[in-house]
């Protein structure tokens, strides 16, 4: 699993490849520290090369989006793949994010 974080016309992008999974959530929360720093802006969590998520990559990206709602901001999932909405959308977490193509 890898994530970079990018700045973009006044929105934070973090892209996640490959699984997030629970082997991979520790890194994962240090990868998106940068994301919990920052108070001013969108963010997006470009899942394009998101293959798989478990429980704790859901609990992951509530996370984001309770601290992206908390500081007035929108949180979007973007590039999902079916597989990956079918399970956010089971957890009941696709409804609070904003989607994107």
Do not use: W
């Given at each position: ?24 959530s520790s ?75």
């Amino acid at each position: 699993m890898d994530i970079t974080i990018n700045e973009q016309e006044g929105r934070l992008t973090a892209a996640i490849i490959g699984d997030l999974d629970n082997a991979a959530s520790s890194q994962a929360e240090r990868s998106l520290r940068p994301l919990f720093q920052r108070t001013d802006c969108d963010v997006v969590i470009d899942c394009t090369e998101l293959n798989y998520i478990s429980s704790s990559g859901l609990r992951i990206l509530l996370n984001v989006y309770k601290h992206t709602r908390t500081n007035g901001h929108t949180a979007t999932l973007k590039g999902i793949t079916d597989e990956v909405a079918e399970v956010i959308d089971l957890s009941g977490l696709l409804q609070l994010f904003n989607v994107e193509k």
